[in-house]
Every structure is written in C-alpha cells, then in structure tokens.
C-alpha cells in the first residue's frame, strides 16, 4: 500500500480542512513540499478548492507551477471543462484530480485528459459523508447529493478514486468504510482519505485494503519518516 | 486583511489566520480549553512519560530552557511526572544580570544537570549581521541554535523525548486542534520558529563563515527522528493559561523583569534585547509588537474586555524605545556609527517614530485592566546588559 498526502493550495498558501467546516491554516506551499520530501512520501494530492468568479485560480496555478518536489504531485480542482484543460499545460504534476466532471453525462474532459495525458493520469475525488444519510458531495453545485448521480462511465475511466471522508476529515480515526459497500466500485483501485493517520500508524485494518492512503495533512503535525508509517504496517 | 470579531489578531498573521463566521481559528481552538477533559489529556502525557522512562541509560528527557518563567513551570511539571530530565540552553550572548540568575536559580533550585552551549561568537555575530541585512531580524541564527541543538543532544545521548512548553502556532492562531497533539518536526521549526528561513538563508552571499562552525544551526537528519526521539509541547496536554503559570513560578525564585512596552513581566524576562530591540524589529517587518499577543492572550482568557483592549494597544505601542539602547546592540554586534546610521536611514522605516532619546515612562500596573493586576508583579531593574556568562547567585 502505497502512503501520500492531501495538501489543501489557495491564494498562496496552504490550509487544513476539519470536518468539512473549518479551515486551519497550514504554511508556505514549498516548505511543506520540501519537508515532505525528506518524508519520502510516494504521493502528495494538491486540491485547489474552486468557487464561482475565482479570479486567483489562474494565479494559484502560475505558483504551482514554480513549486518544486521530487514526488510524484496530483493536482485537483477547477477541471470541469475542456477549455479548464488548457491552464494546466505546464503543471509539475503526474496525475490530475476529477470530482465534478464524476457527475457530468458528458465525458468529454476525461476522455481528453486520458488521449492527452494517459489512462493513469486520472484519479476520481469523492468526498462522502454519512451525517444524514450516505451523500456525496458535487463541488460544481456545492452541496452533498445522492451517490446516484456520479456517473458510473466516469468512474471506470479512473484509474484510481480517492474516498474522502469529510465526516472525518482532519481527525486521526473515523473512516468509514462503509462508503465502499455504498458505492458500486470496483473496490481494487481505491485511496482513502479522511481520519485514517492513527489507523496506519497503529497498523490497524479498515477491512478492504486500499491501493493507497492519504493522511491528509497529519504527516506534517509529527517528526516522521517512511520508516515511522511503513513500519506500523 | 479582515480582523477577527472576538480579538486582535488579522489574517495577515505570519503564522496564518483564518476567519470561520467571523471568529478567528486562534479563539476557536482557544475555546477547546473549555471542552477537553484535561485529566483525560494528562493521562496521555503520564502515557508519553512512561514510554520515555528508561529508555536512555542518561536521561529521560531534555527541556530546552532560556531561564523564562514559562521553562520553570515546565520543568515543575517535568519533574511531577517523575521524569529525569537535561535542561539544554543556547547562550544567545543577550541576557542580563536577571536573564542569568533566573537561569542559574532553574538549574539549582531544581537540582538539575543542564548543558549550556556557547557558540562560537565571530560566527554567531556574522550570522546575526546577515540576518539583520536580509530580513531585518536579530534572532534568527539564535532561533536556529535554540530549535536544533536540543534535538542534537537527544540524538547524541539517545535521549527519547524533548518537552516544550506552549505550541505557539496553536495557541496564537489555532493550527492546529489540541487534539491534533502536533509535535516538533522540521517543518514546523522553519515554518513557525524561522519564518521559512533556515541556515542555508544565511549562507552564500551572506555570512562569511566555515561551514563546519554551523552543524548545531542545522536540524539533525530526521531519519529515525519520529520513532526514537519525540518532541511533545505541555500545551496540548493542559489547560495553558501562561500568565497565570508564570505568576506561579515566583514561588521557586523566578525574578520578573520590569517592562515598559508589554504589562507582561515574565515572557522573556532578563533579555538586553527582545522588547527594546527585537520587538521594535518584529513591528518594522510585521506592523506589530508583541504586546498585540500579549492582549489577545489575556482577552481570550477573559482577562481583558474588548473594549479595553484598542486602548491599552494603543497605550504600548506608543511606547519609545531610546535611541541609546538601540545601538547599544550594534555596538555589541561591532557594527561601526556609520553602519548603524546606513541601517537607521534604510532598515528603520515606520518604526522610526518609536526611536527616541529617553525611553518612555513605565505604564502602572493600577493602569491595567483589574482582571490582569493580581497577576502582574512590578519586576525588576536589571544592572548589567549583554552578558556572556555570569552565575546570577550570592553565595
């Protein structure tokens, strides 16, 4: 299994969501990059969060692009359209990151990233929740929906997808998951987020071994190595 | 820039603020307090403590001191959790004679080994000189020394744990949750303690130094760091109320110093330089002091309304700091007039106006809010300045 991180990126500097509610700040983008560089790390997401009339997205992406680190990056946010395509031309990333187009019919962006970039370049994003019932949430409309509206061909065309627990988000335990069983998924090429640090470290099961696990930001908030997380494992 | 509605601080925080329904992530976190069953909390800490004990044939733990009020209550707890603790200290070349007895009293009123490190002072001078040029702040290769040479001491003699007192990152802005118990790493040293600047900052076309001479400026290798050698801060695992504790500390001989640019008379106690010099540097880069933490610490403790506290900022900054004192540090650091005029003319912008022949008259304690003059003591005059070494106690 392999073990990355969540680094939330906006307006030049990066933050810590909790809970889907409250944001903490975190630091300069580059020392992060740099400390979790020493962590040797096998995968660092960048999520740029993306509202209506976001007039620093484009500057946001002018300062990634100088960011420099020697693991493999993600990069996610703002990719909803073929025109969205073209401003990430130049990113220092490997993979990018879908969760709005998960929703759309239309399968135009994805299909274009995978003749562009490759089958692997695609990872799906869906935060889910269970505070209610069992939602997801569509960043496009900005609110948890029916699972029932991600669109299945979508998905198939990912080659990983992460599960974002945003019940659980910025805690060291609580994933659920239950999210899996709830989700017609193929089960193989899975990544969990959200309230998974202290499961790795205690080298606890969560019952379905994923592919890979995000610890969110909580690699920053102790003195790791590799050796510190791969060896609870 | 938007301010937080319940205190002083804005989101142009160099630590990073943010604002959730107008309250900032500092008062958040600082209402956890409130919440967290602390004896809970304190059960983990004995957890840590156990894990340490015995594992180092030496000592069980470091406690990296300046001689500050804060350090004597650390190790007042240190010891309750029977651990065997170092102190380690960083001899900055800047405290007076009461910053040196209130070192050497910690170290014999608690009966405890210590290890003072020295640097090498044409180095450390260099440095500072670099830091000044670049980044108009004095206490970077300090600050570098004091955050690494700890973490070297625990490598060398394989000692498990180093303690420190308050996680300034949570108490001040929230960074992080208490339940988060964020440790010391590396990041969070150049994040939060260097600001982004580590020695390599310093080096190049800055100092002319050895490079041999800067191993303790450098963090050791994490490698290994996270399973054998934790760093904890006591803030996450009690209810921190720093005032209040450092009050308390007058009871094992802790000498308060008497200050006119914060109501605080324990923070940085017997310093030469931190509020005449540093702070003034701190408010040409940042735009503020640090009686703005100071305010907002007591305010969240409700020791100060808001109302009261526009005017008691106002009251401290404009505070002047004299001229004389001023350049009494750069003719410590051998820096010639005419260096100092140039650094006047172009480093001393909008702080300039707080440079004055006289310092300003002492703000009296019947002046403060009621909530803070049961915890404020008078403080002393120190006599000598910018000390190398000195034992501070008459036998």
Not at chain 1, 161 to 178: K, Q, S, W, Y
Not at chain 2, 8 to 18: A, E, M, N, Q, V
Not at chain 2, 340 to 347: A, I, N, P, T, V
Request: some cysteine.
């Amino acid at each position: 299994m392999r073990i990355g991180t969540t680094l939330l990126f906006q307006d030049g500097y990066c933050y810590q969501s909790y809970g889907w509610n409250m944001l903490r700040p975190l630091g300069t983008l580059q020392n992060a990059l740099n400390h979790l560089d020493k962590y040797e790390l096998d995968e660092i997401s960048i999520i740029r969060p993306v509202r209506d009339n976001d007039y620093y997205y484009k500057k946001d992406l002018q300062r990634l692009k100088k960011a420099k680190s020697s693991t493999p990056l993600a990069f996610g946010g703002g990719i909803r359209s073929l025109d969205d395509i073209m401003i990430l031309e130049g990113l220092p990333v490997e993979r990018f990151i879908l969760s709005s187009v998960l929703f759309d019919k239309d399968l135009s962006v994805i299909k274009r990233l995978h003749s562009k970039y490759g089958e692997q370049s695609i990872v799906g994003f869906i935060p889910f929740s269970f505070k209610n019932q069992f939602e997801v949430f569509n960043s496009r409309k900005n609110c948890f929906q029916s699972a029932h509206s991600i669109n299945e061909s979508a998905l198939q065309l990912c080659d990983e997808v992460v599960l974002h627990d945003c019940d659980a988000e910025g805690r060291n335990i609580g994933f659920n998951a239950g999210v899996v069983s709830n989700l017609e998924i193929n089960s193989n090429n899975l990544i969990f987020s959200g309230g998974v640090s202290e499961i790795v470290r205690n080298g606890e099961s969560i019952g379905i071994e994923p592919k890979s696990i995000l610890i969110e930001n909580k690699i920053l908030h102790r003195e790791n190595s590799k050796k510190t997380y791969y060896g609870a494992m | 820039m938007a301010q937080c509605k319940a205190c002083l601080y804005t989101t142009d925080h160099p630590f990073g603020l943010t604002l959730t329904d107008g309250l900032c992530s500092g008062c958040i976190t600082h209402r956890e307090k409130y919440s967290i069953n602390w004896d809970n909390k304190y059960q983990e800490l004995e957890s840590i403590a156990n894990w340490a004990k015995g594992r180092s044939k030496s000592y069980d733990c470091i406690v990296p001191v300046i001689g500050d009020a804060e350090d004597y209550y650390v190790v007042s707890k240190v010891l309750e959790l029977d651990l065997n603790p170092l102190i380690v200290s960083v001899n900055s070349y800047f405290l007076n004679d009461i910053g040196w007895a209130n070192l050497q009293n910690l170290i014999t009123y608690f009966d405890l080994d210590s290890w003072i490190h020295n640097p090498e002072i044409y180095t450390y001078k260099e440095l500072i000189k670099t830091s000044l040029r670049k980044y108009n702040h004095m206490y970077l290769p300090w600050l570098q020394l004091h955050t690494s040479f700890p973490v070297h001491v625990a490598k060398e003699k394989k000692i498990p744990l180093i303690v420190w007192g308050a996680n300034q990152a949570v108490e001040q802005v929230g960074k992080f949750s208490h339940h988060d118990k964020a440790e010391m790493s590396s990041w969070s040293r150049v994040e939060h303690d260097l600001f982004g600047n580590d020695i390599e900052a310093l080096m190049g076309n800055g100092a002319q130094v050895n490079e041999r001479k800067i191993n303790y400026y450098r963090y050791p290798s994490i490698t290994n760091l996270g399973k054998n050698i934790r760093g904890i801060y006591l803030s996450n695992y009690m209810h921190w109320d720093p005032i209040k504790q450092n009050h308390s500390t007058l009871a094992f001989g802790f000498i308060p110093e008497s200050n006119r640019y914060t109501f605080d008379p324990y923070e940085r106690a017997g310093s030469s330089v931190y509020y005449g010099v540093h702070d003034l540097l701190k408010y040409e880069r940042l735009g503020y002091k640090k009686i703005k933490d100071h305010i907002t610490r007591d305010l969240r403790h409700g020791r100060i309304q808001f109302a009261e506290s526009e005017h008691l900022l106002r009251l401290y900054m404009a505070q002047k700091t004299s001229l004389f004192q001023f350049k009494a540090f750069f003719d410590w650091l051998q820096v010639s007039d005419s260096g100092f005029e140039w650094y006047l003319g172009h480093k001393i912008l909008r702080s300039k106006e707080l440079l004055a022949p006289e310092c300003s008259e002492r703000i009296l304690i019947s002046e403060l809010p009621s909530g803070l003059q049961e915890l404020v003591s008078p403080g002393q005059e120190p006599s000598e300045l910018y000390l190398k070494f000195y034992k501070g106690i008459h036998i």
